[in-house]
């Protein structure tokens, strides 16, 4: 079998209190090199505790509502992952109804 490797990274700058100042990601398959972003959230499954592990990092020049409407996009794009991954559409369309609720509790949408 002919495996492949390919990888992608995050390069983050900190300031003296060790909080991010700016951050890169670079994945070259998709043509990304040295692009920045604001913020970033990562989860990873850890099958041996049966958890999810997480980074999440943002710049201190991410602002409140940027911030909010990431959320609100993370949380589409998890209704849409979750109905690929189970084909529970049900539970995908809840998914997708609570980032509308968010989207209108957090004031990004009336």
């Known amino acids: 079998m002919n495996m492949r490797t390919t990888n992608i990274s995050v390069d983050i700058q900190l300031d003296e209190n060790n909080v991010p100042e700016k951050m890169t990601w ?17 989860s990873v499954w850890d099958d041996k505790s049966k958890e999810a592990l997480r980074i999440d990092l ?16 993370i949380l589409i794009s998890m209704s849409s992952s979750y109905l ?3 084909d529970e559409e049900e539970v995908a369309t809840r998914i997708a109804a609570f980032a509308e609720e968010f989207a209108v509790a ?3 949408k009336d």
């Open 26 to 42: 670079n994945a070259p398959d998709g043509g990304i090199s040295h692009e920045e972003t604001k913020a970033m959230l990562l």
């Open 84 to 86: 690929r991954a189970t």
């Open 58 to 73: 943002w710049t201190k020049d991410m602002t409140q509502d940027d911030m909010k409407r990431f959320f609100h996009q």
């Open 106 to 108: 957090s004031k990004i």
